[in-house]
């Protein structure tokens, strides 16, 4: 079993800024807002599906041998 960490860096505009002053920069701010909370919530995701992951491999390293060995068992990376 290979247990693999993993790094993930973003850059985000965030939820703060100089306030707008015309009705362009208005929906360029609302864009950066919601591209900004999109891109947080795929890492959140992210994250968790990856400490699944990393418990489900410990898990797996402590099961017996025969256990291992069992169809419904077996990993397939």
Do not use: W
């Not at 864009?31 to 599906?49: G, P």
């Not at 992951?53 to 898990?59: C, D, K, M, S, W």
Request: positive net charge; proline residues 4%; glycine residues 4%.
């Amino acid at each position: 079993m290979n247990n693999r960490d993993c790094v993930i860096l973003t850059v985000g505009i965030g939820t703060r800024g100089e306030m707008p002053r015309d009705l362009p920069e208005v929906e360029q701010r609302r864009k950066d807002i919601s591209y900004s909370s999109r891109t947080r919530l795929n890492t959140d995701n992210y994250h968790q599906k990856h400490l699944l992951r990393r418990a489900i491999a410990t898990l797996y390293e402590h099961l017996p041998d025969d256990v291992k060995q069992r169809r419904e068992i077996r990993l397939k990376f």
